[in-house]
């Protein structure tokens, strides 16, 4: 749906740029942080509906990140992708048991992101 809010947390500055430039192309409304106290500051004012979240964050990571925004009455809801380059057998439920309500795995598809993104959306989550 057009317009809708997504926050995209990610150290890799090349990564920030494909997930906002795709993810602009099919009509969402992108914000990005480059590292947790940024993406803490943008949500300050902005209240996204999706989080695409880089696990492997400098400084506090996205598993914590992801957890401090399931602890905050305003964010519980929104549904969370974990995104990583180092994906080891358990990571996906301990990105789950953390708080995410999806696991993709970097290089991210470019084709099928828009429909996992858009599944979650999708989803009643509460």
């Known amino acids: 749906?057009?317009?809708?809010?997504?926050?995209?947390?990610?150290?890799?500055?090349?990564?920030?740029?494909?997930?906002?430039?795709?993810?602009?192309?099919?009509?969402?409304?992108?914000?990005?942080?480059?590292?947790?106290?940024?993406?803490?500051?943008?949500?300050?004012?902005?209240?996204?509906?999706?989080?695409?979240?880089?696990?492997?964050?400098?400084?506090?990571?996205?598993?914590?990140?992801?957890?401090?925004?399931?602890?905050?009455e305003r964010f519980r809801d929104v549904p969370i992708l974990a995104v990583t380059a180092y994906a080891m057998k358990g990571d996906e439920e301990v990105a789950r048991a953390a708080g995410c309500n999806g696991y993709v795995t970097k290089p991210v598809d470019a084709l099928t992101l828009p429909g996992v993104i858009r599944a979650l959306l999708d989803q009643p989550h509460s």
């Open 1 to 72: 749906m057009a317009s809708e809010r997504i926050l995209v947390v990610d150290d890799c500055a090349a990564n920030l740029k494909l997930a906002r430039v795709l993810l602009q192309l099919e009509g969402y409304d992108v914000r990005t942080a480059a590292d947790a106290e940024e993406a803490l500051e943008v949500l300050d004012g902005f209240e996204p509906r999706l989080v695409l979240m880089d696990l492997q964050l400098p400084g506090i990571d996205g598993l914590t990140l992801t957890r401090r925004l399931k602890a905050d």
